[in-house]
């Protein structure tokens, strides 16, 4: 039985699986609380999985860059009232470097991942053949690459620019979308798509997230049959699949 959370910008879902990656608790999810020092964050984490079944180990998502389970960085974690919102100084010092596997394997007494979230949720829907991209469209932007079903070293590129003074991440993220409308958000997801063909000349991109759902059809049609939408639930059902992938 895995426990597995996804951690996000705006909420925060769990649930245990059993081996075949069916949910066997009804998924929890709670808004995630701010400001988030990294106690505050295991202890949310600690509450969720009281609400459910004794696991035998646990898989958790989370934002940001992630080394061995060692968070280097994370965007959202580290501001006052959550995402777009002022850095607090003192909490980008007490998650960098923060292992949060080690202290979520002894707040749960049992073996524990800690990864990227878009990781997890690649782990949840590659096929592992080819190259494989898992974008993650949420409060931001996420990534994954898979090479043959093999997990990819992490870069978090969403931090780099786009335009008009935007990263990546705050180009296609939820401020933006709620800006400007479904439609033309779709579009910028297709030409943030487009401009990532040639730099990974991937086999296969999968399209996850809570905004996933909210692309428009046409501009999908118009990415091409190698680019797909999968369900948000990947995040959570990962979390069973995370444990067999090389590179994790």
């Known amino acids: 039985m895995t426990l597995a959370i996804d951690c996000g910008g705006g909420g925060i879902k769990a649930s245990v699986l059993d081996e ?35 696991p035998d180990r646990a898989t ?42 080690s202290a979520l ?5 049992v073996p524990t991942l800690v990864l990227n979230d878009a990781e997890v949720h690649g782990a949840g829907v590659v096929a592992g053949t080819g190259l494989e991209l898992v974008l993650t469209l949420g409060t931001g932007l996420g990534s994954a690459v ?16 786009a335009r008009w003074g935007l990263t990546y991440d705050s180009y296609i993220g939820e401020p933006e979308r709620r800006r400007l409308g479904d439609a033309f958000w779709s579009r910028r997801v297709r ?12 086999d296969r991109v999968y399209l996850g997230g809570g905004n996933s759902r909210r692309i428009r059809p046409e501009q999908l049609a118009r990415m091409g049959d190698d680019v797909v939408v999968v369900p948000n639930t990947a995040g959570i059902v990962g979390g069973v699949r995370a444990w067999s992938l090389e590179g994790t």
């Open 146 to 161: 898979f090479d043959g079903g093999r997990l990819a070293p992490h870069l978090e590129w969403s931090q780099a620019p």
């Open 191 to 202: 030409t943030v798509v487009e401009a990532l063909r040639p730099v990974f000349c991937w």
């Open 60 to 101: 958790v998502g989370m934002p940001g860059m992630i080394r061995h389970g060692v968070v280097v960085a994370t965007p959202h974690y580290v501001t006052r009232n959550g995402p777009r919102s002022k850095v607090d100084p003192g909490l980008v010092e007490a998650w960098q470097n923060y292992d949060a596997r």
């Open 20 to 54: 075949a990656g069916t949910m066997r608790s009804h998924p929890i999810r709670v808004p995630t609380p701010y400001p988030m020092g990294p106690d505050r964050f295991v202890g949310t984490l600690a509450e969720l999985a009281a609400r459910l079944p004794q």
């Open 105 to 109: 394997g002894k707040e749960f007494g």
